[in-house]
């Protein structure tokens, strides 16, 4: 019977109904303390009379006891919190020391820019945690052929076929296509595939304002100048993105300088040679034309571009960057033989739990970063993996990748209260709110909790504040 219960749950999960158990919290050999702790920790999370449906887990660290159980085996929707389980399969395949590379070829007079899916060629944050300039690796590529001689390039080839279309997952809403968070992923990619552009007032009144774009480009991105300098607030100015190409229409008044943000391009792999060569021609190399790879052949190696992957995990769980972990998914279902789908990915990351000795029953990775609705977890494989992780060779890097209460990335402005002492991941998509998190407590015991509320109506917001209230509630019951 147990068994068909979880098929069942497991059919309506994918098929985008929800099913949810009416009964309360369960646990596992209770103590008078974990009993108490269910008590509080059933009023907290359900505390708000709304449609909401809440699953959680807590389990101690050290022996893996369940202390509070609520709805666990139910697949939920896990917005960002799916890429825990992306990156964790993705470092327990690749390793710590992994990195992800992008060649310079030289074949006579042509250059050929090769892609192997590193997401994080030219990001901004990482070259500023690292204390380089988001363009080191392209000058490095241009000095690479100034040294070898060339001052003329017929033609620059790119090869972004390493992570071939589709570039967006089919379940993504139309709508966020326009924004940087639904960037499209590809074997070429650059600063997150967006553009940075900065509008600011030109030396005369009634003219276009002056539109500062990064990375520098040539024919990638078409920019159209609606723009009007003014010495008042005016009606303020916007950018807006066609949704199938790399146009973009910057439109009102410009008193002010005015950072946009980032803004995806359409074709990554044009997009990134495209930049490549406004560099060279910057640099007096010119180049015949560009254009993707038609034929076969590599010749020889000029420059490699690496990043490593410590900091593309610190990307996708600490900033909860989404080209990453897409990236991360279809790099992984390849690797492993499954193909460099979403579809290859899940594949692979089911292959990783059940290694781990996690049910992966009601699972459906349906891309990497969460952003599908179509996603489904529950907190017992989260939970499960947490744990798993603690113990795994590359445990450090794992946890160091992760975002810290009060301290950085998705946390930084939750649990200030806790002193470091909280590291995990959020996650949020429209009426969804995700938590998975390491607590410790002062007596030297640690903690996993994992809350999804999913069906919330409204904002997310106060659903945030039982998710912290309840971590914190663990910390004070249980020690």
């Not at 369940?66 to 929707?77: F, H, K, T």
């Not at 300039?133 to 620059?156: C, I, P, R």
């Not at 296509?177 to 960037?183: M, R």
């Not at 279902?333 to 499954?338: E, L, R, V, Y």
Request: with cysteine; charged share 20%; proline share 4%.
């Amino acid at each position: 019977m147990r068994h068909a219960t979880a098929i069942l749950v497991l059919l309506l999960g994918l098929s985008g109904c929800s099913y949810f158990w009416g009964g309360p919290s369960s646990l596992a050999e209770p103590s008078v303390r974990s009993l108490a702790l269910a008590e509080e920790l059933d009023e907290i999370l359900t505390r708000h009379d709304t449609n909401a449906i809440v699953a959680a887990r807590v389990v101690r660290v050290g022996d893996g006891a369940e202390l509070y159980a609520r709805n666990a085996d139910v697949p939920m929707i896990p917005a960002s919190n799916m890429k825990l389980l992306v990156s964790a399969a993705a470092l327990d395949h690749f390793g710590a020391d992994h990195t992800f590379d992008t060649h310079l070829y030289r074949s006579g007079d042509d250059l050929i820019l090769v892609g192997t899916g590193d997401p994080a060629l030219g990001d901004p944050t990482i070259a500023r945690w690292n204390g380089v300039d988001h363009l080191h690796a392209v000058h490095d590529f241009v000095d690479s052929v100034k040294e070898a001689g060339m001052t003329e390039v017929a033609t620059l080839f790119y090869d972004d076929t390493a992570l071939p279309e589709p570039r967006v997952a089919a379940s993504w809403d139309t709508e966020d296509l326009v924004y940087w968070y639904a960037a499209p992923v590809s074997g070429l990619n650059f600063n997150d595939n967006c553009i940075d552009v900065t509008a600011r007032p030109a030396d005369t009144n009634d003219t276009p304002a002056v539109l500062d774009v990064v990375p520098p480009t040539t024919d990638a991105v078409h920019i159209v100048n609606l723009t009007t300098t003014t010495n008042t607030s005016g009606v303020g100015v916007s950018i807006e993105k066609t949704q199938n190409a790399s146009v973009y229409a910057v439109v009102g008044d410009v008193h002010e300088a005015r950072d946009f943000k980032s803004r995806p391009v359409s074709d990554p792999g044009y997009f990134t040679a495209d930049v490549l060569r406004t560099m060279f021609e910057d640099a007096g190399v010119t180049v015949g034309e560009v254009r993707s790879l038609d034929r076969e052949g590599s010749g020889v190696i000029l420059a490699t571009a690496s990043s490593a992957m410590p900091d593309v995990l610190r990307r996708v769980n600490n900033n909860s960057q989404n080209l990453f972990a897409e990236a991360l998914s279809k790099l992984l279902g390849d690797a492993t033989g499954h193909g460099p789908t979403w579809e290859g990915s899940h594949a692979a990351i089911v292959a990783f739990l059940e290694d781990a000795g996690i049910d992966s029953t009601g699972f459906a990775a349906i891309d990497g970063s969460g952003l599908s609705r179509n996603n489904r977890v529950t907190v017992r494989q989260l939970s499960e993996l947490m744990r798993h992780m603690v113990d795994h060779p590359d445990a450090d890097t794992f946890s160091d990748s992760l975002s810290i209460g009060g301290g950085r990335g998705t946390l930084a402005r939750r649990f200030s209260e806790t002193d470091d002492t909280i590291r995990g991941k959020t996650g949020f998509i429209g009426g969804v709110r995700a938590l998975t998190v390491y607590a410790d407590a002062d007596n030297g015991e640690s903690y996993i909790v994992s809350i999804l509320y999913n069906q919330i109506s409204g904002s997310v917001r106060p659903f945030e504040k039982l998710q912290d209230e309840a971590v914190l509630t663990v910390l004070e019951k249980m020690p």
